[in-house]
């Protein structure tokens, strides 16, 4: 059975305090792991997809990147903005239609 | 497009009450979800179809039940409502493996929700 784990619960910065949200992984032959942002009251907004072990992606002040064992979305400078929460989903090699989903990275941004 | 799209926002029932959801995609995906969100519970499947007259059980697929007569539409039951289904229910939907841009497994796109009270 796939599983995810995302670590810290909840995390709060002060704007411009960079940092990392860690997303760890059982699965059964990674087929691709997906972040994505959702705002209180609003559905999952798609981030970013990683493939391989030392893939790197991207997105203004995101940058999401992927070992063997887990995943880290860096996070540069954040602004009020960036305040949401994080979700890290696995697609595994037993399923072509499914992912598992982690119970998310609650980000706080103060000004 | 309007992407995926859910009704209705909001709904409060009462225990054994039945009521069915609509999800609704311009993006003629293949795949459809019905998930729901629980507080320190994460966002769990409840079904699945990929494909019109196709559907398939999620990971907490008891009390509901699904239909995909038209290929844009996915509707999730609730036959007699229970305090446990109060949640947060989202639509997804994406595209078949290796159908857009050479990757391999598409994103899945969510809709905005649906805010359910069963009292």
């Known amino acids: 059975e796939d599983q995810v784990t995302q670590s810290p619960e909840a995390l709060r910065l002060q704007e411009g305090e960079s940092s990392s949200l860690n997303c760890s992984y059982t699965?059964?032959?990674?087929?691709?792991l997906f972040w994505y942002r959702q705002d209180p009251g609003k559905g999952p907004e798609f981030l970013f997809t990683?493939?391989?072990a030392g893939e790197e992606k991207e997105k203004e002040r995101l940058k999401a990147t992927l070992t063997k064992k887990e995943s880290f979305l860096h996070i540069t400078a954040p602004k009020p903005e960036d305040s949401a929460t994080y979700l890290c989903a696995v697609q595994g090699g037993g399923s072509n239609y499914k992912l598992t989903f982690g119970k998310g990275t609650l980000l706080t941004v103060n000004p | 497009n309007a992407g995926v799209t859910q009704t209705p926002k909001f709904r409060v029932l009462k225990t054994g009450q039945s009521m069915t959801l609509l999800c609704a995609q311009d993006m003629n995906h293949e795949y459809m979800y019905w998930y729901r969100q629980d507080p320190g519970m994460g966002l769990r499947l409840i079904h699945y179809s990929v494909g019109e007259g196709t559907t398939a059980k999620g990971e907490v697929p008891d009390g509901y039940n699904v239909s995909r007569l038209k290929k844009q539409n996915f509707l999730l039951g609730l036959e007699s409502a229970a305090p446990s289904q109060t949640s947060v229910y989202f639509c997804?939907?994406?595209?078949?493996?290796?159908?857009?841009?050479?990757?391999?497994?598409?994103?899945?796109?969510f809709g905005p929700g649906t805010r359910l009270t069963v009292l």
């Open positions: 699965v059964s032959g990674l087929r691709g």
């Open positions: 997804a939907s994406r595209l078949p493996v290796g159908t857009s841009g050479g990757s391999s497994y598409n994103e899945q796109f």
């Open positions: 990683l493939y391989s």
